[in-house]
């Protein structure tokens, strides 16, 4: 025989809960639950309903011979929701890295070739520099072979 009582009595004592508490939240005296637990009092609809959203069950947990409370269909599609959010935030933090990783690569690439271009500009100057630097020495040369030519 399922009695609602005993239901409520093993659902307490798991999660470590007073009787004073449960009467509070059902709005009765301590009495009164002590007298449910024992089976002397019935729960009414309401306080059925009441238990059955503070402890996340089904209200048919307190009538049912498998002494196993079941997760009510919203709590279960919660849980759901739950797992795919948490899968979707590890799923776009993933993808969050790849293309910050990918950005830093463009980044640096750019750099690089920023650089690159840079240092063929500095370099061509420096071949001009040299260039001209050459010409002036071989007019001087040209100049003091004709000197000594002389």
Do not use: W
């Not at 503070?54 to 209200?59: D, T, V």
């Amino acid at each position: 025989m399922v009695n609602p009582g005993d239901k409520l009595r093993q659902l307490r004592q798991k999660g470590n809960i007073k009787q004073t508490t449960i009467a509070h939240l059902l709005e009765v005296s301590q009495g009164k639950i002590s007298s449910i637990e024992k089976n002397s009092s019935p729960l009414n609809t309401k306080q059925l309903l009441v238990l059955a959203e503070f402890f996340k069950i089904s209200p048919t947990y307190f009538f049912e011979t498998d002494d196993s409370p079941k997760v009510s269909e919203n709590e279960e599609c919660l849980k759901r929701i739950q797992a795919i959010l948490t899968d979707f935030k590890q799923t776009s933090e993933n993808f969050k890295q790849q293309l910050v990783d990918k950005n830093t690569i463009i980044t640096l690439q750019s750099l690089h070739v920023g650089k690159s271009d840079e240092m063929v500009k500095s370099l061509e100057l420096k071949v001009g520099r040299i260039k001209s630097e050459m010409k002036t020495l071989k007019e001087e040369v040209t100049l003091l072979r004709s000197i000594v030519n002389v």
